[in-house]
Nanobody, 118 residues
Framework: QVQLVESGGGLVQPGGSLRLSCTAS????????MGWYRQAPGKQRELVAT???????NYVDSVKGRFTISRDNAKNTVYLQMNGLKPEDTAVYYC????????????WGQGTQVTVSS
């Protein structure tokens, strides 16, 4: 059984920082590209960042220079360090695992709320 368990969300003031974590079980972690997506109220889910098993990263333009995705393959965990948070970053953040070859093996976490407000 595949599980992706996220943690680290919360309420933060504009300009603040948060670090999200997602620990995976039930998969061979190094066979998966890991990613973070977010969905704000009334909007579609969007890609935030991805990281391949070898460490190559990809970011949506709106978070470049502020967010950093990383992974610890020994701990089956992916992180999203978020600095310089803005109110428009408010959303539910979802962890994603997508197999690098069999892309139908695509799994989601339950989501964690991030709220940026003064």
């Amino acid at each position: 059984q595949v599980q992706l368990v996220e943690s680290g969300g919360g309420l933060v003031q504009p300009g603040g920082s948060l670090r999200l974590s997602c620990t995976a079980s039930g998969i061979i972690f190094t066979s998966y590209t890991m990613g973070w997506y977010r969905q704000a109220p009334g909007k579609q889910r969007e890609l935030v960042a991805t990281i391949a098993s070898g460490g190559r990263t990809n970011y949506v333009d709106s978070v470049k220079g502020r967010f950093t995705i990383s992974r610890d393959n020994a701990k089956n965990t992916v992180y999203l360090q978020m600095n310089g948070l803005k109110p428009e970053d408010t959303a539910v953040y979802y962890c994603n695992a997508r197999h690098t070859i069999v892309t139908t093996r695509n799994y989601w976490g339950q989501g964690t709320q991030v709220t940026v407000s003064s």
